[in-house]
């Protein structure tokens, strides 16, 4: 029995080092064999896993004060568009293969593109570029008419005119309105120019119109023929209109606010607000931003100061629990589109007079002069006159009126009122009219 015993104590000593043996020879293998797996799937993990570092590229060819920029770049997932003059920054979209942008003036800017990876990898480039007013697009006249005011194709003095004119690619206008005023410079170009002038000299007028872009000019001329004064003019309306204004100037400007999730905020959402200033002088008159994400930002609200020159974007970033959302913070650009308005001191425009010869008996229709693009009144003086001959027999400054007068030794009933930004006078003989009350 003691015999028996120890051989079987001897067989389970053998079976556990055999077991040993075999665990360190199938741990070696095995580490082996992880090893080689590894150093062949780890260039695998490393290319086709973590993306390689953005290479940012572009190219640019510049029109006047506006630039194409055609994307060149590899492996940025997002990024930003720093044109360098003083504008926001735009959104870099790896599936837009240009970009325009139009520079506030000509001259030199250091033009950057900053991309990241989807780990947030960051690499940019910067390109000094330089804008030459040579390269403007030449303004174009596309229409210019100067027609009388009384379809007489030579009225007498003084006469009025109507001036039409549409331009493109102007930065400014210059008239000049006959050889009786000087030249007028405009900076409203935008949209057909309409206008009333009277020429108070009989012979021949020049009415020209030059349209500048940068160092570039374009110029039209019409000239047309004003009538010698008739001794005793036959009767006629004369209105001339005085606006207490102020110019308004309107833009529109995108403003984009990078908002990014802080490196230190590790819960799973945080709330944010950005403000922004509008530039100096300048006011907000209308404001409107494109959507959120919705799986990125919520409660996203607009909010405008009380003196509308400065605006907050405010809202709750969501951390989105992607492969590689712990390698880099949730961001979003905050595309914001903001109508702004400049306004100017107060001041007083006094419009030419305006002569129509008045149909007796009859109606008659008076164009009312308008205040030029840009400028919006606040108090209307009228002054409106009949007149027989030179002699001024009628007067009032309120519509609508009504009243007797005597012209071309008749008495006459006329009233006047507003319609659709034109007077009408209606003149009708009043020879049986007797008064009330007499």
Do not use: C
């Not at 009225?155 to 000087?182: C, M, Q, S, Y």
């Not at 979003?332 to 149909?359: C, Q, Y």
């Amino acid at each position: 029995m003691p015999a028996a015993r120890d051989r079987d104590d001897r067989d389970d000593r053998d079976e556990k080092k055999t077991n040993s043996f075999l665990k360190t020879i199938m741990g070696s293998i095995a580490g082996m064999i992880g090893g080689a797996i590894l150093m062949y799937l780890n260039p695998l993990v490393t290319g086709a896993i973590k993306p390689a570092k953005p290479v940012p590229n572009f190219s640019f060819q510049a029109t006047g004060l506006t630039a194409q920029f055609q994307n060149r770049s590899t492996g940025g997932a997002s990024g930003w568009w720093d044109f360098g003059d003083g504008t926001a920054l735009e959104p870099f979209d790896p599936k837009q293969p240009a970009m325009a942008h139009t520079f506030p003036n000509y001259g030199s800017y250091n033009v950057r593109l900053t991309l990241y990876n989807l780990l947030g990898e960051e690499n940019d480039r910067t390109v000094s570029m330089n804008l030459d007013p040579k390269t403007a697009s030449p303004p174009a006249i596309e229409d210019f008419q100067v027609l009388s005011a009384s379809n007489d194709p030579e009225p007498p003095a003084p006469a009025t005119f109507r001036v039409h004119a549409k331009v493109k690619n102007a930065d400014l206008i210059v008239w000049t309105l006959g050889t009786e005023r000087p030249a007028e410079i405009s900076t409203d170009v935008v949209g057909a120019q309409d206008r009333l002038i009277t020429l108070k000299e009989y012979g021949w007028h020049t009415i020209r119109l030059v349209a500048v872009n940068g160092k570039q000019v374009t110029e039209q001329a019409k000239t047309v023929f004003v009538g010698v004064p008739s001794e005793r003019p036959a009767p006629g309306a004369a209105l001339q209109i005085a606006y207490d204004a102020v110019q308004v100037d309107r833009k529109a400007q995108s403003f984009n606010l990078p908002i990014m999730m802080p490196a230190n905020q590790t819960g799973s959402s945080w709330r944010f607000e950005e403000e922004r200033a509008v530039p100096a002088g300048w006011r907000i008159a209308d404001l409107k931003a494109k959507p959120a994400p919705p799986n990125l930002v919520r409660n996203a609200e607009l909010a405008v100061s009380p003196d509308k020159t400065r605006f907050l974007v405010k809202g709750e970033m969501m951390r989105n629990s992607g492969m590689f959302g712990s390698r880099g913070q949730p961001q979003w650009l905050a595309e914001v589109m903001a109508t702004l308005e400049k306004t100017s001191e107060p001041t007083t425009r006094t419009s030419d007079p305006i002569f129509t010869p008045l149909k007796m008996p009859g109606r008659t229709m008076l164009a009312m002069p308008q205040l030029p693009q840009g400028w919006q009144p606040t108090n209307r003086r009228l002054n409106l006159e009949l007149r027989d001959g030179n002699s001024v027999v009628w007067r009032d400054s309120k519509l609508p009126t009504s009243g007797i007068i005597q012209m071309q030794n008749r008495r006459w009933q006329v009233s006047a009122a507003e319609v659709s930004g034109q007077i009408m006078l209606d003149i009708a003989d009043a020879s049986g009219f007797v008064p009330s009350g007499n």
